[in-house]
């Protein structure tokens, strides 16, 4: 059972039944994204602490009072979520940070943060009796969207821009995706697959239209609350693209306020590369969001017309957050600090936020004595080819030990 | 604190005393691998019904009373462990199995099996105050060495052959470990690093030697039974390279038999490439393991001289199963077949075995009404050279709805 009160435009504000099924405001069209409402105080009797205490589903639908989606029987879905947070006290030493952790969302099904989405994107497809799911994504969405899909026997069409990674592309493919690559940008994937949904009546996975997703996505938050015992961090630094991580991320801890769990907000630090940054180019020059290229290796965030600008920029504003960009060069660096420090592997887009962290600390937009919260939102392994450009090389010897004794010496 | 009575050497059966640190029988030298000795009677004071029922601990030291190295303050590793089991309806209905299991190792932190063994070496190299670990490695050991030793902040040397992929080599780099690029086979790249282990008294992680990690690799099975509410399938399968997965699956079985918490040990299909396969080749002959070749696309098992023939030979004879070879266009097939009914997408090491399970099935191996249990050691993203050639190709359009028309049909 949800406990959904309603949905309201992000734009109109505009209140809308929750039986009227809804992806996006009637009024405003597509631009008009929608948020759910809960109903917080029944919630409140069934989400307390005693619950968290003897709740033994470790998975995302641990926090399903707080969904808008039911799932039916869990065990036919992939499991979701449940990755673990990391304090990370090499990065301390090396960064100079009071305290970091990092959420590890690299180790979700299929390797990424929006397995979060996907999962709720396929629980709510089955619900209504879909036979078709489709998305545009830079990869990550599709990926976690053909695998959540293929577990529960549905069929999904995705649109990819060219400059997909290989990992990525394989992953949709041995998932039995229909694969549609389109010569061009991601805004060229997108109206495309906006386009074919419209036609076909495919269910549309696509995360800033569809207002379920971000309440999946927030399940991070509501992990990294949990796993830090109710006590959240000053800040928390995620990547952005699209919008709708930074939006979910913001959600939950709303939620988690709004219930009376936790106290405060942490502050949102939304890291994009510069090479791909509207949303710090806007908040820089205190003006609306323009498109920009998309030129970043961080793939997973080079989404040159967000979709979701307005849910993302009242994130950062309503948590007394900040806006940063990185250059390319420095989220590898930042990748290779993380996983030779810490163990940890994450794709650039991942990296991007610890870069991000690590320069809003020097900038003095956090400070010293605050902690923070870093999502690492998918597996380095996804994009290996960058990683070798950053990670150095291997040594190539013979099977001969005096070759080796002039390698680590006598 | 741990509850290890000795050790027992696996060829001349002398037992020595647990506070002589061993790795191989003094007697028999490097062959005479040790098999760990528990006092289960303590144990089964321990590990009870309700402690289970009561401990909060989702990773692999949740057996902790079953291992022979204690990690001390478990927030300081990387979180292995704790995967899911998928129960797969779809493979059933295409295969023909009754009731068939996924154990997904893939979403380890460095993605596969073999962070239970590292994570092992890791916390007794830490005890015994070792600046450096080293290993040699087809791979999967070799990155879960590196990362969950740089979680610790302890030093790595990797001696890896020349096919490792390319998914694994950055992983390594990634994690900052030296890495040695043998030219030569994996018995090249073995033979160097126990020559250098020995001349710098490095940390020796390397399983066939070091009797501790097969103790971390059981937990597999320790949680495949617990998972299934302590009701084991019939069957399990795995693939084998060395021979110390499918001997930790045994063990862990044969743990939970000695302490009366599982009534049956399952039986155990040994899973081996047709391009390399001396264990199957020696069961088939009824002989001595022979060198092979190595001529695999699965490179986790592409061992053409086993370190461990006494105890892998052992636990498939113990356990009642059997040994089979599969081809690796049809390891490739099913890695097709898991990922698109399944949406799990396992390296070819982990297709294997559902391919070995599909055909001892076939042959009548496996009976009909015969439950299975099928581990997916790796996850396919350290490997996607090999599964773009089964994967199936994407479709290339231009960003023109008539084009996309002529592909779904109006």
């Not at 799911?133 to 053909?146: E, F, H, V, W, Y």
């Not at 610890?354 to 996804?382: H, R, S, V, Y």
Request: glycine share 8%; with cysteine.
């Amino acid at each position: 059972m949800v406990y959904i009160k309603g949905y309201e435009c992000t734009i109109c504000n505009s209140q809308y039944e929750v039986n009227e099924k809804l992806h996006t405001c009637p009024k405003c069209g597509e631009k008009g994204i929608l948020e759910i409402i809960y109903d917080y105080q029944k919630i409140k009797s069934k989400m307390t602490k005693s619950y968290f205490a003897n709740c033994t589903d470790n998975s995302m639908w641990r926090y399903h009072y707080t969904m808008s989606v039911e799932p039916g029987l869990r065990s036919k879905y992939l499991r979701v979520g449940g990755t673990p947070l990391y304090k990370a006290k090499h990065l301390c030493d090396i960064m100079g940070f009071k305290k970091i952790y990092i959420k590890d969302e690299g180790v979700n099904p299929t390797a990424s943060l929006k397995d979060r989405a996907s999962a709720v994107a396929v629980a709510d497809a089955v619900a209504l009796k879909a036979a078709i799911i489709s998305c545009s994504s830079t990869g990550n969405a599709a990926s976690s969207l053909a695998g959540n899909a293929a577990r529960i026997g549905m069929n999904t069409v995705i649109f990819v821009p060219e400059r997909t990674p290989e990992g990525k592309l394989s992953q949709l493919l041995i998932f039995g995706a229909k694969v549609i690559v389109v010569k061009g940008s991601y805004r060229d994937a997108f109206e495309m697959s906006q386009k074919a949904i419209k036609k076909w009546g495919w269910y549309n996975r696509n995360a800033a239209i569809n207002p379920h997703l971000v309440e999946g996505k927030k399940t991070v938050a509501l992990e990294i609350a949990e796993q830090m015992d109710w006590k959240v961090p000053d800040w928390v630094a995620v990547s952005v693209g699209d919008g709708c991580t930074i939006a979910g991320v913001y959600k939950g801890f709303h939620d988690l306020l709004q219930l009376g769990i936790i106290d405060r907000i942490p502050k949102l630090l939304g890291v994009q590369s510069d090479g791909c940054s509207p949303f710090v180019n806007a908040y820089v020059k205190k003006q609306k969001i323009e498109p920009t290229e998309e030129n970043t290796i961080a793939d997973s965030i080079s989404v040159g017309i967000p979709r979701n600008p307005v849910k993302a920029i009242r994130a950062v504003e309503k948590s007394g957050g900040s806006w940063i960009a990185v250059s390319d060069h420095n989220i590898l660096k930042a990748m290779k600090t993380l996983g030779s420090n810490e163990g940890i592997f994450t794709e650039p887009a991942g990296a991007a936020s610890l870069e991000g962290a690590e320069e809003a600390l020097k900038l003095g937009i956090i400070k010293p004595d605050e902690t923070i919260c870093i999502i690492a939102t998918g597996n380095g392994l996804k994009d290996t080819k960058n990683a070798l450009e950053i990670a150095g090389k291997p040594i190539y010897i013979e099977p001969d030990m005096n070759e080796l004794i002039k390698i680590i010496g006598k």
